[in-house]
Nanobody
Framework: QVQLVESGGGLVQPGGSLRLSCAAS????????MGWYRQAPGKERELVAM???????NYVDSVKGRFTISRDNAKNTVYLQMNSLKPEDTAVYYCNAWVVYTKVVVFPREHWGQGTQVTVSS
C-alpha cells in the first residue's frame, strides 16, 4: 500500500537547475533509505544519490558537486537539488525507498516511484 509520488521534472537548458521531490505515503513505520535512480535511453538504470537512515549520503561520481540530496523524515520526503545540469543528465529519474511496515518485524521492502522525465537541452 506504499506509494512514492514524484514531482519536479521538466525541460531545462544546460547550466540550469531543477529540484525533484518524492513523498512516500501509506503503511510506513520507518524508511531505512531513500534516494534517486535514473535511466537514459539505451542505458541501464543507475544510482544517482541515496540518503540512509543514519544520515549518510552517496552520489554517483558524475553528479558530485552539482547534485544535493536531502530528506525530511517528518514528511517521508526526499529531494534532489540538481544544479549545473548537463545534456548527459537527461533521463527518467526514479524515486527509490526501503520501507519498514512494522516495529515488530523489521524487514524493509523496496518501492519505486513512477518516474519523472528530466530533459537538459538547448
Amino acid at each position: 500500500q506504499v506509494q512514492l509520488v514524484e514531482s519536479g521534472g521538466g525541460l531545462v537548458q544546460p547550466g540550469g537547475s531543477l529540484r525533484l521531490s518524492c513523498a512516500a505515503s501509506g503503511s510506513i513505520f520507518s524508511i531505512n533509505a531513500m534516494g534517486w535512480y535514473r535511466q537514459a535511453p539505451g542505458k541501464e538504470r543507475e544510482l544517482v544519490a541515496m540518503s540512509t537512515s543514519g544520515g549518510s549520503t552517496n552520489y554517483v561520481d558524475s553528479v558530485k558537486g552539482r547534485f544535493t540530496i536531502s530528506r525530511d523524515n517528518a514528511k517521508n520526503t526526499v529531494y534532489l537539488q540538481m544544479n549545473s545540469l548537463k545534456p548527459e543528465d537527461t533521463a527518467v529519474y526514479y524515486c527509490n525507498a526501503w520501507v519498514v511496515y512494522t516495529k515488530v518485524v523489521v524487514f524493509p521492502r523496496e518501492h519505486w516511484g513512477q518516474g519523472t522525465q528530466v530533459t537538459v537541452s538547448s
